[in-house]
């Protein structure tokens, strides 16, 4: 797929990423390197895989700007079949997360460590994990989730199907809907 390195710029538009496999993490997309930005809008990823972030994985000190675009079909051995974010920040405005698949924890997106995540207007829909957090999953010391807008539905797992907000994490819900998960 796409990798970016230090105080990268990336603008994607109405691109599509599919089909990648990676051996460690991010099948589709690995945004990295300390300053580093993405902004994402309108665009697919899809059919991707990796052991940790099918689709994307979004790294320590870089910022996701996710606006409109789909993420779907892309599994994960173990965490974030469809996004996976280690001290980061991802903003969220409209697209949609689907019918991503994590065997661990996950399913749709999956923070660790110190995560900044703000959801608005964006669809979690069909994700699911074997573990926790079919739709969202948030943990890590200090990681924030803000649900201002949106909906969480239809996903699985066995624990917080939905969202699960794990020890030490803040999780702001002003709006939205969460509902039909199981």
């Known amino acids: 797929g796409i ?3 230090q105080k990268s710029r990336i603008n994607l538009q109405g691109t599509t990423i599919r089909g990648n496999r990676a051996t460690e993490a991010a099948g589709g997309v690995l945004l990295q390197g300390y300053g580093s930005v993405m902004n994402f809008s309108r665009g697919l990823v899809e059919n ?3 052991v940790y972030g099918g689709g994307m994985y979004i790294s320590t000190n870089t910022t996701l700007n996710m ?3 789909t993420v779907r079909n892309n599994t994960a ?3 974030g079949g469809g996004i996976m974010q280690l001290l980061s920040t991802a903003n969220y405005q409209g697209g949609i997360v689907e019918n991503n698949k994590a065997t661990v924890n996950g399913g749709g997106l999956c923070t660790t460590q110190k995560c900044t995540v703000n959801l608005e207007g964006t669809k979690f829909a ?3 994990a074997d573990e926790a957090g079919g ?3 948030i943990q890590g010391y200090g990681s924030t989730l803000q649900l201002t807008s949106g909906q969480i539905t239809g996903n699985t797992a066995t624990l917080g199907a939905g ?3 794990s020890v030490n ?3 702001g819900i002003t709006g939205g809907e969460i509902f039909e998960n199981a």
Request: neutral net charge.
């Open 3 to 5: 990798c970016t390195s």
């Open 48 to 50: 991707n895989s990796a």
């Open 67 to 69: 606006t409109g675009g």
């Open 77 to 79: 051995g173990k965490d």
């Open 126 to 128: 069909g994700n699911s």
């Open 135 to 137: 739709g969202v999953l």
């Open 163 to 165: 969202l699960f907000g």
């Open 169 to 171: 994490t803040v999780l």
